[in-house]
């Protein structure tokens, strides 16, 4: 029950990003399971993604990329968590790394991510997101150094962090006034830095989202990309939400419609009922409002405008997707019986991943808070 979006088609040669994507799927369902049960990181499959040029999807295609806009990038995710929720994930947070920048020398004439986006196309690197660790207050410690700062921090939730090749990250740095949060990459493979193995979840467990153990590392002043005041919105902020979430939850859309798609076939080897029927019909319902809230997302992003008001909408968005595509696997779970209880349907595997949804910002408590603060005409500055 896929409901296809209205995205501009890009091509590279023949093949548009989604149909690359298509092609790819197979084999990313075949490596599913595996990775699951043994929680290894989906790294075969990180391999084909880079193998394809989808590393550089969200590049703009004049800086050597594929130049896919949002509601593609949307799709190509989606269609790849259909497979395997875990490279969809994992890969959404690469995409928004690169997507965020790519905005923003689009729409905001911004030179200097030039040089990252070009090395994303050419040198096909991976970037992290240690969004767990890094929401607005940040995390980790700076102290200033002669000519820069020397970083100490653990990044939890790094998803991929096993094939990254740059940790886009920040640390929380005190002193005079107000404490500050400095934003810069990490080269992963740098001495100080070490990836532990510490994911060991009820689901999503082929993302490889292990801590990040950052000890000592000195990055120079002119590396330090932004400083903002923690605990405090910014509008870089404002841009990184706006755009990142739908690519997220994408995959967790993704995830609910293969989770349709197996309880639907396992019902109709059996007699309908109307038990079965009603089940069907609801899951369908729940689906369809996790869709629908998801174009609302994309939609927020296509019109360019990232404030708090953008935020506020992509993150009701946010949290109706994640109410109603974890309702419809809850459904679809029901609806595919005893079968669907066996690791071999995919089901139950599905059913784990799609908690994920309930853990990433705006959380149900602060984004209920945020949206009523805009309500009533409330600052929300500072609620996150």
């Not at 699951?36 to 050597?64: I, M, S, T």
């Not at 002119?222 to 990184?240: C, D, K, M, Y």
């Not at 808070?369 to 805009?374: C, I, R």
């Amino acid at each position: 029950m896929t409901m296809t979006s209205a995205a501009k088609k890009t091509e590279t040669g023949s093949e548009t990003v989604v149909e690359t994507a298509i092609r790819l799927a197979p084999s990313f369902a075949a490596n599913a399971a595996a990775a699951d049960d043994n929680d290894r990181f989906v790294a075969e499959n990180y391999d084909a993604l880079k193998a394809v040029g989808l590393l550089a999807a969200a590049v703009p295609v004049e800086l050597g990329g594929r130049g896919a806009e949002i509601a593609e990038l949307c799709d190509m995710i989606r269609t790849i968590g259909q497979a395997c929720g875990s490279t969809a994930l994992a890969f959404s947070m690469h995409t928004h790394q690169v997507a965020i920048p790519a905005w923003r020398w689009r729409h905001q004439k911004v030179a200097a991510v030039e040089s990252l986006l070009k090395r994303v196309a050419t040198e096909r690197i991976v970037l992290l997101s240690s969004g767990g660790s890094d929401w607005i207050a940040g995390s980790g410690k700076a102290e200033k150094v002669e000519g820069g700062y020397r970083i100490t921090a653990r990044k939890v939730f790094t998803s991929g962090a096993q094939a990254g090749d740059i940790l886009m990250t920040g640390a929380v740095l005190e002193g005079e006034g107000p404490a500050k949060v400095l934003h810069f990459g990490v080269p992963m493979r740098a001495p100080e830095v070490k990836v532990l193995d510490t994911w060991h979840t009820l689901g999503m467990r082929g993302t490889g989202s292990n801590d990040v153990v950052i000890d000592g590392l000195f990055i120079p002043d002119a590396n330090v990309a932004l400083a903002r005041t923690s605990g405090e919105w910014h509008p870089l902020f404002q841009i990184i939400s706006t755009i990142a979430f739908p690519l997220v939850y994408a995959a967790y859309l993704g995830v609910a419609e293969s989770a349709r798609d197996i309880a639907v076939a396992l019902a109709k080897k059996k007699p309908a009922n109307e038990h079965a029927v009603s089940l069907a019909g609801r899951m369908d319902t729940s689906l369809r409002a996790a869709q629908l809230a998801h174009r609302h997302m994309v939609a927020t992003v296509e019109m360019n405008a990232p404030s708090a008001q953008s935020v506020n909408e992509v993150m009701m968005g946010r949290a109706l997707v994640a109410e109603h595509a974890i309702k419809a696997v809850e459904l679809a779970l029901e609806l595919g019986g005893g079968a669907g209880f066996y690791r071999s349907s995919g089901l139950e595997r599905r059913f784990r991943d799609i908690q994920g949804a309930r853990f990433h910002p705006l959380q149900q408590g602060p984004q209920a808070t945020y949206a009523g603060s805009m309500a009533l005409g409330l600052s929300v500055d500072k609620v996150f």
